[in-house]
């Protein structure tokens, strides 16, 4: 088997992408005043640290952080949030997390709410 390595994006691709991601964000909620970012621990949830980052550069809204951890490998939910889910009811939830294969992880991290 090879061990060859293959490049998909540079650092200043997954910047631009990033970014992108951002607008995209914005133009799809712009009516909102507030939105969560959701981070499905744990590489969702730094990706979701970087997109607030991002968000609070382009725009004046206020954006929030949550960081879910799951048991990925249970049949049923087994989930935590790192603050109660009562802080962000009625507030628009963007789900994020690094990949998406089956869609279980989102399938699950939409059940928590």
């Known amino acids: 088997m090879s061990s060859k390595k293959t490049l998909i994006l540079d650092k200043e691709q997954i910047k631009?992408?990033?970014i992108r991601i951002a607008y995209?964000?914005?133009e799809d909620n712009f009516e909102e005043?507030?939105?969560v970012l959701v981070g499905i621990a744990d590489r969702g949830y730094v990706f979701a640290?970087?997109?607030?980052?991002?968000?609070?550069?382009?725009?004046d809204k206020d954006i929030e952080l949550l960081k879910v951890t799951m048991s990925k490998t249970s049949r049923s939910l087994k989930a935590e949030t790192d603050q109660p889910?009562?802080?962000?009811?009625?507030k628009t939830?963007?789900?994020?997390d690094d990949v998406l294969n089956s869609g279980r992880t989102l399938a699950y991290g939409l059940g928590v709410f």
């Open 33 to 35: 005043n507030t939105l």
């Open 49 to 59: 640290q970087r997109l607030q980052k991002i968000l609070e550069e382009i725009s």
């Open 85 to 90: 889910i009562e802080n962000v009811k009625n």
């Open 24 to 26: 995209q964000i914005l």
């Open 93 to 96: 939830l963007i789900l994020v």
């Open 16 to 18: 631009q992408k990033s």
